[in-house]
């Protein structure tokens, strides 16, 4: 079965930066897009930022600028490279990949934005 884990989360200051990694188990050629979501205490999920496995991105509204994806084919590796960090990106972070007929969903790592 698809495996998918996460890593990079940790506590930083506002206005830093942080960069979230996510390995798959399998070549990642193999969904059709990749994701990060992301769940806040009192919120629901949402997502953050997508790529397809034709390299398109796509990013929720509350992140647009400040975040980027990007991916490792060769590592089967999605990255999350998070600048300009606010309290309110705060949460538990969830890697994603679609594949033929099935989600797959990593354990999540926490991100916590503080003085």
């Known amino acids: 079965q698809v495996q998918l884990v996460e890593s990079g989360g940790g506590l930083v200051q506002p206005g830093g930066s942080l960069r979230l990694s996510c390995v798959a188990s399998t070549t990642i050629w193999d969904f059709s897009d990749m994701g990060w979501y992301r769940q806040g205490p009192g919120n629901q999920r949402e997502l953050v930022a997508e790529?397809?496995?034709?390299?398109?991105?796509n990013y929720g509204d509350s992140v647009k600028g400040r975040f980027t994806i990007a991916r490792d084919i060769a590592k089967n590796s999605v990255y999350l490279e998070m600048n300009r960090l606010k309290p309110e990106d705060t949460g538990d972070y969830f890697c994603?990949?679609?594949?033929?007929?099935?989600?797959?969903w990593g354990q999540g790592t926490q991100v916590t934005v503080s003085s």
């Open positions: 790529i397809t496995a034709g390299g398109n991105t």
């Open positions: 994603h990949a679609q594949g033929y007929l099935m989600a797959y």
